[in-house]
């Protein structure tokens, strides 16, 4: 019989082979999973209990709050407020950062709790998705900027997802590890260790819609996308889930592109560098694919506040490559 491989196993065998390692990232790491599998129920029975819908207030951005969103939100910053081991999180959901009781904590969280919220009411996937960085060292009182690192300086990332099973994928720099959660025991399983991307796929996500608002140049990738030439497996197929972490996992899985651009609709892109782009982009690379705002690598953009924008193409190495080959034309 196959061995069964728990989250709380491998983090702990993971961490023993760093002698003198004090164990605080496993711990942020398990209560981020204890607050994962409590949003999953929620998500899980959020029809039954009138959750759904819209909690009637909107969140700084000016976009609707709905009431998942709170919860996932309230769930995650309640986690990380348990062991001292967080300073600071910052959320999609809170204008400036949120300092946690204790400031001397070793490491500042990005989060999006609830990723693609849209697919609420549809009962479609949706995600939570974090990115963990350490303190800067030897400061005491920290400020904003203490928490602008490009994220080449991720010490962890990774995703949940709510769909039709509840997956949690992360990396500490080692590759990336999946489990899906057993809902019957309540506990993660280890379903896949070291993923890796294909090198190439021949699927495109976008929000083609958008297409009147785009530049020349991606409106050409995409027709190329499109074209007819079975050597390199054209046409692709096009796939949306309109849930970044839903779109990136199943790039991870099958390979291709996902691409949310700037427009002149969204000059700045659409999704936010700090804590959609960056993270999904330390999976992705970790897994051997690439991940570019159509210039150059999303995880080197110095950021300049906590949510900002960024233009994201993400995937197989071979599509990235390619679709940046449009850019540079
Ligand atoms: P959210 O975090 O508020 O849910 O918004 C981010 C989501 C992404 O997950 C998804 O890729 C994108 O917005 C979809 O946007 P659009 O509706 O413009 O296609
Ligand atoms: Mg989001």
Redesign the pocket.
């Known amino acids: 019989m196959k061995k069964l491989t728990t989250l709380e196993e491998y983090i702990i065998n993971a961490q023993n082979k760093f002698p003198g390692a004090r164990g605080d990232l496993s711990q942020l790491l398990r209560d981020i999973a204890l607050a994962a599998k409590i949003i999953s129920r929620e998500v899980n029975k959020a029809g039954i209990t009138n959750i759904l819908g819209l909690d009637g207030a909107s969140n700084f951005h000016g976009?609707s709050v709905k009431k998942l969103d709170l919860f996932a939100n309230e769930q995650l910053q309640s986690a990380l407020g348990r062991s001292n081991i967080t300073c600071m999180v910052i959320s999609?959901e809170n204008e400036g950062v949120v300092r946690l009781s204790d400031e001397s904590g070793k490491y500042i969280v990005y989060m999006?709790p609830?990723?693609?919220?849209?697919n609420i009411d549809i009962s479609a996937t949706i995600g939570s998705i974090f990115s963990i960085y350490m303190r800067p060292e030897n400061k005491k009182h920290l400020t904003e900027s203490d928490a602008l690192q490009p994220g080449t300086k991720q010490v962890a990332a990774g995703y949940v997802l709510y769909g039709s099973s509840t997956i949690m994928a992360y990396t500490t720099g080692m590759g990336v590890q999946l489990f899906t959660l057993d809902p019957s025991i309540g506990e993660f399983i280890l379903s896949d260790k070291e993923v890796r991307i294909p090198e190439e796929g021949n699927i495109y996500s976008t929000?083609e819609g958008s297409y009147i608002y785009w530049d020349e140049a991606l409106k050409k990738y995409v027709k190329y996308c499109q074209a007819y030439d079975p050597e390199t497996k054209r046409p692709y197929k096009a796939r949306y889930i309109?849930?970044?972490?839903a779109?990136v996992h199943r790039t991870l899985l099958q390979g291709g592109i996902f691409m949310?651009p700037d427009s002149s609709k969204y000059p700045n892109g659409?999704?936010r560098l700090m804590y959609?782009c960056n993270p999904l982009s330390f999976i992705i690379e970790q897994a051997g694919g690439l991940s570019s705002d159509g210039k150059k690598r999303i995880m080197k953009i110095e950021p300049t506040s906590i949510h900002e924008c960024t233009p994201v193409y993400i995937g197989s190495k071979g599509n990235v490559e390619k679709l940046e080959s449009f850019f540079q034309a």
């Open positions: 976009e999609e999006d609830l990723d693609g919220s849209s929000d309109g849930c970044m972490a779109d949310y659409k999704l959609e």
